[in-house]
Structure formats: structure tokens, C-alpha cells
């Protein structure tokens, strides 16, 4: 996913264009946004092409591109409309029901839902940058500039990362904290991954999808290795 900067406008004007866009059927803002939790992008060029990838569970994905008028894009010879209303920073893309709209997706995926257009912190280019800008803080163990650095990512992010890369974060920033000698603050940060770091590797098989558990498991084993490290 490339993604864009966000525009800065005061809120009210924010608001008020994305509520007249929504009741108008306007074209939507142009420019790039994530699918919220991260699995996906939608793409909008000033003409009005659009372009949609989403991932869901076990690999399954959904590509769609078309053209946007008054809020709407129908796709290519079929039933399939596409709804696009905008609301401040958000984009609600829905569709009219139609069967022929599940031909664009695998199984377990969809593009129905809320597209968010990322803050500049946040965009998956501004994210990397922000990880090796980490990685050599934390390298030269300069830990507390490491922490100050990648901790912003997770709050300011957490809509738009998805959960591998949330999860490989949330490592980073807890072992940080260890070598911090905050072993308090490197449990909390672990916290959402205990229940999984508790379960075996085959409970990981048995309560997820296999793809999503082969890209998972090496965040789970970490995350056993580091709180272990905490707790000790």
C-alpha cells in the first residue's frame, strides 16, 4: 500500500465537506486511505478512478477498480454498485447488495467497511521510516530515544496497522522497555499478546486460519521469549 499525507483543515470544514459529499453522492476526496485495521487500501485519483486491494483471513484477497460518479462507480458489465460516502478523514464504501459484488473477493474477504486516510505518521512509507529510524537508536542502545521513537507508532497508528506488523511492534517497543529495566511497562505493552504467547503452537494452528498462523507464529514465539525476559 502507498499511502498519502493527510490535509490539514480545521475540523468543522472537515466535517462539513465530508457530510455534504455524503448527502450529495459527490465524488469523494482524492488521494490514498487504509482500511481500517490495516488489510487493505483504496486508491482515488482526481478523475474519479478508484482502485481497491483488501486482505482477510488465510491469504483470501479482494481486488476491484472503476470510476467513481456522484458517489457511486458500477462494475464493469455487472449489478455491482459501489457506494463511496465520505466523512471527515474517513471514506464508508458499502455496495447495493449485489451477488456479482462477492466475485471481486475470495471467500474470507471483503472491501465493504471504513477506509481511513492516514495521518503523515502513519503512512506505510512514514511507518518504515519510523521502524529503521528505531533500529538504529536501539542497535547504538540508545534505548530511550529507541522508545520515544516507535512508542508514538502504536497510539497514533492503531487504526491503520495491521495486526502482524501491530504485533511485531509491540515486541520491539516491550524488549526496549526491558532494556529500559521497565519491566512493568514491557508486560502491559505485551499484554493484548499473552493469551496467545500462552497457548501451544498447535493451539495457534487449531484457532487460526493456516496462513494466518504461519505468519503469526513467529510473533508468538517472540513474545513467549519476551515475557519471559519481563517477568523474570
Not at 40 to 49: A, F
Not at 70 to 78: E, F, I, P
Not at 140 to 164: E, F, G, H, M, N
Amino acid at each position: 500500500m502507498k499511502l498519502a499525507r493527510s490535509i490539514f483543515l480545521p475540523l468543522a470544514l472537515l466535517l462539513g465537506c465530508g457530510l455534504a459529499a455524503a448527502q450529495n453522492g459527490a465524488t469523494p476526496p482524492a488521494g490514498d486511505y487504509i482500511y481500517e485495521g490495516g488489510s487493505g487500501s483504496l486508491r482515488i485519483k482526481p478523475n474519479g478512478h478508484f482502485d481497491i486491494t483488501t486482505i482477510g483471513a488465510n491469504a483470501h484477497t479482494c481486488a476491484l477498480d472503476g470510476t467513481i460518479a456522484r458517489g457511486k462507480a458500477k462494475l464493469d458489465d455487472t449489478g455491482c454498485v459501489v457506494n463511496f460516502a465520505a466523512n471527515a478523514d474517513k471514506l464508508q464504501v458499502t455496495t447495493n447488495g449485489s451477488d456479482e459484488c462477492r466475485g471481486y473477493c475470495g471467500m474470507r474477504a471483503v472491501f465493504e467497511g471504513t477506509y481511513i486516510r492516514p495521518a503523515p505518521s502513519c503512512t506505510d512509507k512514514a511507518v518504515s521510516s519510523t521502524r529503521r529510524t528505531f533500529k538504529r537508536q536501539y542497535d547504538a542502545k540508545d534505548y530511550a530515544a529507541a522508545q520515544t521513537t516507535l512508542a508514538p507508532v502504536l497510539s497514533d497508528c492503531d487504526r491503520t496497522l495491521d495486526w502482524i506488523t501491530k504485533a511485531w511492534l509491540r515486541n520491539d517497543l516491550a524488549l526496549t522497555q526491558y532494556k529500559l529495566d521497565d519491566r512493568a511497562a514491557c508486560l502491559k505493552t505485551l499484554q493484548p499478546l499473552a493469551e496467545d504467547a500462552a497457548r501451544t503452537d498447535d493451539g495457534i494452528k487449531e484457532n487460526y486460519p493456516p496462513a494466518d498462523a504461519d505468519i503469526y507464529l513467529p510473533v508468538v514465539r517472540a513474545t513467549r521469549t519476551n515475557l519471559k525476559l519481563c517477568r523474570g
